[in-house]
């Protein structure tokens, strides 16, 4: 089973930056993505790459502010969030799926494998 490691959550003030890491267990997952989830929320994405070609997805609200990759000699995938706002204070989540397409990248149901979640808090 795809083991996933999130690290680099923590606090910051509004319009600062924060970079997350996902270090996966095998190369064999097509996708991995970034989410975030709030109290009372549903998890949302922020973003999405393909690990093969390096293609990017981005949800709208990240479009300019962060930028994900994936270093294929760490095995990890990272997100560089920059411009933070209070209402990105969320839990992120680090996940993988073993197919897919780039038109559903975004989508949370099609992701199988879950981290357990780092904090990311933003102050005004």
């Known amino acids: 089973e795809v083991q996933l490691v999130e690290s680099g959550g923590g606090s910051v003030y509004a319009g600062g930056s924060l970079d997350l890491s996902c270090r996966i267990s095998?190369?064999?997952?097509?996708?991995v993505g970034w989410f975030r989830q709030t109290p009372g929320k549903e998890r949302e994405a922020v973003a999405s790459?393909?690990?093969?070609?390096?293609?990017?997805h981005y949800a709208d609200s990240w479009k300019g502010r962060a930028r994900i990759f994936f270093d294929n000699a760490e095995k990890t995938v990272h997100l560089e969030m920059k411009d933070l706002r209070p209402d990105d204070t969320a839990m992120y989540y680090c996940?993988?799926?073993?197919?897919?397409?780039?038109?559903?990248?975004?989508?949370?149901?099609?992701?199988?494998?879950w981290g357990h979640g780092t904090q990311v808090t933003v102050f005004a």
């Open positions: 996940a993988a799926r073993p197919s897919g397409y780039s038109w559903d990248a975004l989508s949370r149901g099609t992701y199988s494998y």
């Open positions: 095998e190369n064999t997952v097509r996708y």
């Open positions: 790459v393909y690990i093969a070609g390096g293609t990017q």
